[in-house]
């Protein structure tokens, strides 16, 4: 009946406007550092089998397929895409990307962990390494007063100079953690996710060791938000929500020439 396929063009619609919503997210945060796109994933609903396949249609013979007929589609999950984002040189000392595989890791104000591929790093009044909102890098490492120049090298290792000696300091080893299923992981906001039961528990190592990837000092990784691609999925969306506003429009105009010829 043309109410069914209203409900159908109905679910076809709220599912459009959710992936127009993700996309609208990826380009807000297009500049957003360490930032991973989004990707809605559909999946149909539940289908109404009026005959099964195989089901006898003379003493001799049987139907090929089944007549079923589908009730429409829903957003199952949305995904994060961990691409590597293109490494912006910024010239700051503090300032660490990540090239490969794995995240920083952080001290949220909860207790939990938080996991983190911006490395947009300050110092707290202590010389503690923190983000820029202030939580605590783990593990954490001390800045001593006084410090002429600070050094992260590529495996993880800081080191400061200091004015009255020869050798550079090493004052900490900044490790990184990665998961079996990262497209699991939890986002919070503010750049950061957190565990979960589908992510897999914490595999925490240093840069280059088991996998990981390696530090980049002074450089930033960039979004990894393709604009184009945005753009184009963007009129896709529009064009696939229009239409299925048209099949209610459709389904309307059949129900109301049924109702004034009866």
């Known amino acids: 009946m043309s109410t069914d396929a209203m409900h159908v063009a109905k679910t076809g619609l709220n599912a459009q406007q959710t992936r127009m919503q993700v996309i609208a997210n990826n380009l807000a945060n297009v500049n957003t550092t360490g930032f991973k796109r989004d990707r809605a994933n559909f999946e149909n609903l539940l289908y109404q089998n009026i005959r099964p396949a195989g089901a006898p249609t ?15 589609v829903r957003v199952v999950n949305t995904e994060k895409l961990y691409g590597q984002g293109s490494l912006i040189t910024t ?19 909860d207790g939990r962990i938080g996991y983190t591929r911006d490395g947009t790093l300050s110092r707290n009044p202590e010389g503690t390494l923190t983000t820029t909102s202030g939580y605590v890098i783990q593990p954490e490492i001390q800045i001593p007063d006084g410090a002429t120049a600070i050094n992260i090298s590529a495996d993880g290792i800081v080191s400061v100079q200091m004015p009255d000696a020869v050798e550079a300091q090493e004052v900490g080893q900044i490790t990184l953690a990665a998961f079996t299923n990262p497209r699991g992981l939890e986002p919070i906001g503010e750049n950061f996710v957190v565990e979960s039961s589908a992510s897999g528990p914490a595999i925490v190592a240093a840069p280059y060791e088991d996998g990981m990837g390696k530090l980049v000092q002074g450089a930033l990784e960039a979004s ?10 963007m009129i ?17 105009e059949m129900m109301r020439f049924l109702s004034n010829k009866l």
């Open 91 to 109: 010239d700051n000392a503090l300032d660490v990307a990540i090239d490969g595989q794995g995240f920083l890791q952080v001290l949220l104000p």
């Open 224 to 233: 990894n938000v393709n604009v184009v691609q945005e753009l184009v999925d």
């Open 58 to 72: 003379s003493e001799a013979t049987a139907l090929t397929t089944p007549l079923a007929v589908g009730t429409g």
């Open 236 to 252: 896709e969306t529009q064009r696939a929500y229009e239409v299925n506003s048209k099949s209610i429009s459709a389904s309307d």
